[in-house]
Each structure stands twice: as structure tokens, then as C-alpha cells.
């Protein structure tokens, strides 16, 4: 599987932003799907996961509310949809492909290492 992130791009605080993730080589039907985002120096942290069993979605605290993950199987996408966005949202997003093993599991896989497919990432830049 072969995961494109796009949508990012510099917006204002309290403005939305909807990225995308596109992937590519098989279907990832049986795969739970996650964003992840990076800020310099710092390690790559959970954001959002839509798993395979009836659509269970899980976020991390500091989004909940805010953000909303969603997935298109049909057309290998997956989305982050961003509200009231705030400077600290700032960072690299990526979009990840879980093992299998994960796909239906709950709680749903929020460790980096339970991923095993990631895209390219994609700058969200939140202005104040």
C-alpha cells in the first residue's frame, strides 16, 4: 500500500482544513486507518483512527471535538477534517495504514509501531 497525503497549506486560527489521503496498490479494506502529526524535534503523536469494524473512530484528547476523521473504501481515501484549528495544531500530518492484525481490533491501534504503512506527511501551518 502506497499512502498520499495532500491538503495541507497555511490557514488562521479558527479557520478548517480538510487533508486528504490517497492510497494506492491494493485496498485497504482490512487496514485501520490513522493520522498522526510531527512538530520539529518532537515525536510523532496520535491524532485520529477509523477502524474497519462498523466504523469505530477514536481521537486524541487534545482534538476531540474539533477534529473528524473519516474514510472512503471505495475510493482508497481517507480524510482528516480540521475545525477551529489552533496555532498549536500546527505540524506534519500523516496518514497511516495499520497492520492488519489492527484492523478491527479495540481499542483501536494509536502506536506509532502498529502502523505499518505511512505517507509522505503534509505541513498544516495554523496562524494566530
Known amino acids: 500500500v502506497q499512502l498520499q497525503a495532500s491538503g495541507g497549506g497555511l490557514v488562521q486560527a479558527g479557520d478548517s482544513l480538510r487533508v486528504s489521503c490517497a492510497a494506492s496498490?491494493?485496498?485497504?479494506?482490512?487496514?485501520?486507518l490513522a493520522w498522526f502529526r510531527q512538530t520539529p524535534g518532537k515525536e510523532r503523536d496520535f491524532v485520529a483512527v477509523?477502524?474497519?469494524?462498523?466504523?469505530?473512530?477514536s481521537y486524541a484528547d487534545s482534538v476531540k471535538g474539533r477534529f473528524t476523521i473519516s474514510r472512503d473504501n471505495a475510493k482508497n481515501m481517507v480524510y482528516l477534517q480540521m475545525n477551529s484549528l489552533k496555532p498549536e495544531d500546527t505540524a506534519v500530518y500523516y496518514c497511516?495504514?495499520?497492520?492488519?492484525?489492527?484492523?478491527?481490533?479495540?481499542?483501536?491501534?494509536?502506536?506509532?509501531?502498529?502502523?505499518?504503512?505511512w505517507g509522505q506527511g503534509t505541513l498544516v501551518t495554523v496562524s494566530s
Open positions: 477509523f477502524t474497519n469494524s462498523g466504523g469505530s473512530t
Open positions: 496498490g491494493r485496498s485497504f479494506f482490512n487496514y485501520a
Open positions: 497511516a495504514a495499520s497492520d492488519p492484525m489492527y484492523g478491527r481490533t479495540w481499542p483501536p491501534p494509536e502506536k506509532e509501531n502498529e502502523y505499518i504503512h
